[in-house]
């Protein structure tokens, strides 16, 4: 007998102020602002803190918070101060800072999941300045541009020994691929789901990071399902081989990404 599930989603409707003053936004995978929660995939929380400074969070569908920064307005664009990202580990994964003008200024760093380094490198007024360095997931240096008012004078890559290296086709940013293409994947995940013992309505997002290795890491599924159907879609995926990692500036680096599970 197969066994039948309705897919749930959580979402709460804040839509509107609250007594704390508070607007709450979602948005959907495109960015756009929806009001269907089976679309929502950020919901953004805005909360005024004083007469002139107002605080932006989004949160992941989990309610795990993603950013936050700061803003002379209701209006998102309008930063002031230090805005900060976190990984899906609760790890910061960026800082950055904004000026009066809203413009980027100061030093910005990014880390990786594993805790190294990524980008390093300072704005001034809005426009890159100075040293820039970029590095290997696994910590060594992979990089190094000079800039002059947002203008790239010079750039060296580098080895994981520390050996200069040409530039080559690695250098240039490209997303991950799989062997095969993609709709070879589609029809692996599809004949994955035709075998599930479940009776389900509607579809599922599967989030995962598509590793330096081609490996598939940090599954998820933010959708409430049994847990046992959960287990199954997150052990199937993390088993996935074929994928290329994606490239950015010389060197392999980890790609989040999504797909989603129809069920028919």
């Not at 100061?106 to 980008?119: E, H, P, Y």
């Not at 050996?163 to 062997?179: A, L, R």
């Not at 029809?187 to 599930?196: A, H, R």
């Not at 287990?231 to 797909?259: C, L, T």
């Amino acid at each position: 007998m197969k066994k039948s599930c309705l897919i749930i989603f959580l979402f709460f409707s804040f839509l509107g102020f609250s007594q704390n003053e508070e607007i709450t936004t979602f948005y959907d995978s495109k960015g756009n602002i929806t009001k269907d929660p089976l679309q929502t995939r950020i919901i953004q929380k805005l909360t005024k803190e004083n007469d002139s400074l107002w605080l932006f969070r989004r949160f992941r569908r989990n309610n795990q918070l993603a950013v936050y920064w700061y803003s002379k307005t209701k209006d998102s664009k309008n930063k002031i101060g230090q805005m900060v990202t976190y990984d899906i580990n609760d790890s910061i994964s960026r800082i950055l800072y904004y000026n009066e003008k809203g413009l980027k200024n100061g030093k910005f760093s990014s880390w990786f999941d594993n805790r190294n380094k990524n980008f390093e490198g300072r704005y001034i007024n809005g426009k890159r300045e100075g040293l820039w360095r970029r590095y290997y997931y696994s910590g060594e240096l992979a990089a190094k541009a000079l800039f002059k008012n947002d203008s790239l004078l010079s750039e060296r890559f580098y080895e994981k020994n520390g050996e200069e290296k040409k530039i080559n086709k690695n250098c240039c940013n490209s997303k991950p691929e799989f062997k095969g293409g993609i709709k070879k994947y589609r029809k692996i995940v599809q004949k994955f789901v035709k075998g599930l013992n479940y009776n389900i309505k509607g579809s599922i997002t599967v989030d995962y990071t598509i590793g330096v290795d081609g490996k598939l890491r940090n599954v998820r599924i933010y959708d409430v399902l049994p847990l046992e159907l959960k287990n199954k879609i997150i052990d199937f995926f993390s088993k996935i081989n074929g994928w290329q990692p994606g490239f950015s500036g010389g060197r392999e680096v980890p790609i989040q990404n999504s797909f989603t599970v129809y069920f028919k």
